[in-house]
């Protein structure tokens, strides 16, 4: 009687011990006591014979100690003590991706998204299971946190803002061919040259990119230019004709882009167009907040928003004169993918002459704007370009059909905000009497302005255009006198 007993408080401290490894949540197991032999079982005790037994009892068994947390952690996991750490996520994809190599490879400026999809045709092709590789962009807007900076006008501190990425537009570039290199190598490569930050995780099923924002001192920033804030995140909605770059799958060719117009505009139709104001607003592909005059033009004057985001070689149509008539005139950007800006920065005087279209990632070069279909007629053209710091300045210069219009600037002091109206040479350019003929382009250069750094250390020169204004002669001097 006292063996069973003994067993009995055995049993009842277990049951103890696992309820306090196992929370009340855990399913118990009750193993086997340490005993050779269980006891045979007995009819329930009851209450008060059960009390009258313990008090005879001398000795209490010693708790067992308890094991290990990480053998309790692979306990209630269901796991065994010996079993093996399971395999590192995507390890086998990364085999494979070693396993297959490229002959010689080269990418001249294009988007990510581009880049992978080419890459997937080619491991098709050479992997000797013949599956080939999944890739994969994450779809959403990764926001960048910026570096917290001054306003360009009060010098007051202003709170840091973020700047949204798609990692599908980010451009890769090698300037030589890489050969002979594995696809594990060249993913690194890739991640190397891009003009903005990226990464890639390697799943069991795909390898999936993303964008990552850059690190100063172990907190997040994204390389800001010199006195200046980022403009709202880009719409991506379709804005008048601009469409989102695509191509047929592989190589792009080469050319622009040109999204199909709603309307077609025969010979005769275009001989029918007389000239009108036509107003365009650089910058992000959301609406112009530009309503009326700038240097010149009248009231409820409309502008054109033409920008893609990292889009650096499009054509925009169906867009429309000032006067709010559709108009056959197309606008080709060339090298001006980036959309930044000062909001604010001239007390809202003029909201198009605070943001503007520049390279891609600060990559450098000229840009040009080009535009086609112009009604033939005699012209004067402005253009805008302020810069919130010195040596940040538009250059522009004007050609149609084999004709020179001409060089000029506005200010390289950066004091063009500081004004308050409107000076040519400051915030503005204007190229006088350009006669366009039927058939002709209107082409303008845009040159780079002075080497300037941003917070994050970068040194970089950009072309960068806020405005155009193409107004016919005849109004523009019945618009000057008013």
């Given at each position: 009687m006292?063996?069973?007993?003994?067993?009995?408080?055995?049993?009842?401290?277990?049951?103890?011990?696992?309820?306090?490894?196992?929370?009340?949540?855990?399913?118990?197991a009750?193993?086997?006591?340490?005993?050779?032999?269980?006891?045979p079982?007995?009819?329930?005790?009851?209450?008060?014979?059960?009390?009258?037994?313990?008090?005879?009892?001398?000795e209490?068994?010693?708790?067992?100690?308890?094991?290990?947390?990480?053998?309790?952690?692979?306990?209630r996991?269901?796991?065994?003590?010996?079993s093996?750490t399971?395999?590192?996520?995507?390890?086998?994809?990364?085999?494979?991706?070693?396993?297959?190599?490229?002959?010689e490879?080269?990418?001249?400026?294009?988007p990510?998204?581009?880049?992978?999809?080419?890459?997937q045709?080619?491991?098709?092709?050479?992997?000797?299971?013949?599956?080939?590789?999944?890739?994969?962009?994450?779809?959403?807007?990764?926001p960048?946190?910026?570096?917290?900076?001054?306003?360009?006008v009060?010098?007051?501190?202003?709170?840091?803002?973020?700047?949204?990425?798609?990692a599908?537009?980010?451009?890769?570039?090698?300037?030589?061919?890489?050969r002979?290199?594995?696809?594990?190598d060249?993913?690194?490569?890739?991640?190397?040259?891009?003009?903005?930050?990226?990464?890639?995780v390697?799943?069991?099923?795909?390898?999936?990119?993303?964008?990552?924002?850059?690190?100063?001192?172990?907190?997040?920033?994204a390389?800001?230019?010199?006195?200046?804030?980022?403009?709202?995140?880009?719409?991506?909605?379709?804005?008048?004709?601009?469409?989102?770059?695509?191509?047929?799958?592989?190589?792009?060719?080469?050319?622009?882009?040109?999204?199909?117009?709603?309307k077609?505009?025969?010979?005769?139709?275009?001989?029918?167009?007389?000239?009108?104001?036509?107003?365009?607003?650089?910058?992000?592909?959301?609406?112009?907040?530009?309503?009326?005059?700038?240097?010149?033009?009248?009231?409820?004057?409309?502008w054109?928003t033409?920008?893609?985001?990292?889009?650096?070689?499009?054509?925009?149509?169906?867009?429309?004169?000032?006067?709010?008539?559709?108009?056959?005139?197309?606008?080709?950007?060339?090298?001006?993918?980036?959309?930044w800006?000062?909001?604010?920065?001239?007390?809202?005087?003029?909201?198009?002459?605070?943001?503007?279209?520049?390279?891609?990632?600060?990559?450098?070069?000229?840009?040009?704007?080009?535009?086609?279909?112009?009604?033939?007629?005699?012209?004067?053209?402005?253009?805008?370009?302020?810069?919130?710091?010195?040596?940040?300045?538009?250059?522009?210069?004007?050609?149609?059909?084999?004709?020179?219009?001409?060089?000029?600037?506005?200010?390289?002091?950066?004091?063009?905000?500081?004004?308050s109206?409107?000076?040519?040479?400051?915030?503005?350019?204007?190229?006088?009497?350009?006669?366009?003929?039927?058939?002709?382009?209107?082409?303008?250069?845009?040159?780079?302005?002075?080497?300037?750094?941003d917070?994050g250390?970068?040194t970089?020169?950009?072309a960068?255009?806020?405005?155009?204004?193409?107004?016919?002669?005849?109004?523009?001097?019945?618009?000057?006198?008013?």
């Open positions: 006292k063996t069973m007993q003994l067993y009995w408080k055995r049993s009842l401290a277990t049951f103890a011990l696992l309820a306090t490894f196992n929370g009340p949540e855990t399913p118990v009750v193993a086997q006591s340490g005993e050779p032999d269980a006891a079982k007995a009819a329930p005790i009851a209450p008060a014979a059960a009390s009258a037994a313990e008090a005879q009892a001398t209490a068994p010693a708790a067992p100690s308890p094991p290990p947390a990480g053998q309790v952690s692979r306990n996991d269901g796991l065994a003590s010996t093996a399971p395999a590192a996520r995507g390890a086998k994809l990364e085999a494979r991706l070693k396993q297959i190599v490229l002959d490879v080269r990418f001249d400026g294009l990510l998204s581009e880049v992978l999809r080419f890459l045709d080619e491991s098709l092709k050479r992997d000797p299971d013949k599956t080939g590789i999944n890739f994969l962009i994450k779809p959403n807007f990764r960048v946190a910026l570096a917290p900076g001054l306003d360009p009060t010098g007051l501190p202003v709170t840091a803002a973020s700047e949204p990425l798609d599908g537009g980010v451009i890769v570039k090698f300037s030589l061919p890489l002979n290199i594995t696809l594990k060249l993913l690194d490569a890739i991640v190397m040259v891009a003009d903005h930050p990226i990464e890639y390697l799943e069991d099923y795909a390898v999936v990119f993303s964008a990552r924002p850059e690190a100063l001192a172990g907190q997040p920033f390389a800001t230019h010199p006195g200046m804030r980022p403009v709202p995140a880009p719409s991506l909605q379709f804005q008048q004709g601009v469409k989102p770059w695509s191509r047929p799958p592989g190589l792009p060719s080469v050319g622009p882009v040109r999204p199909p117009s709603r077609h505009w025969s010979s005769a139709d275009l001989a029918e167009v007389k000239p009108q104001a036509f107003n365009v607003d650089f910058g992000p592909s959301e609406p112009s907040k530009q309503v009326g005059p700038a240097v010149v033009g009248r009231a409820r004057d409309f054109n033409v920008s893609r985001g990292f889009n650096d070689h499009h054509i925009a149509v169906d867009l429309q004169f000032a006067g709010g008539d559709p108009s056959p005139i197309e606008v080709e950007l060339i090298n001006l993918g980036g959309a800006g000062v909001p604010g920065a001239w007390d809202g005087k003029s909201p198009m002459l605070e943001d503007y279209n520049y390279p891609t990632g600060n990559r450098g070069g000229n840009s040009t704007v080009i535009l086609h279909r112009v009604p033939a007629g005699k012209y004067q053209v402005y253009l805008y370009g302020a810069g919130a710091t010195p040596g940040y300045f538009g250059d522009y210069s004007v050609s149609v059909g084999g004709r020179e219009y001409g060089r000029k600037q506005t200010t390289r002091k950066g004091d063009g905000f500081h004004k109206k409107w000076v040519e040479g400051s915030q503005y350019v204007r190229f006088s009497n350009v006669k366009v003929e039927p058939g002709d382009e209107v082409k303008i250069l845009i040159r780079p302005g002075d080497p300037v750094t917070s250390g970068r970089f020169a950009d960068f255009i806020a405005g155009l204004q193409l107004v016919p002669a005849k109004q523009d001097r019945r618009d000057s006198r008013r």
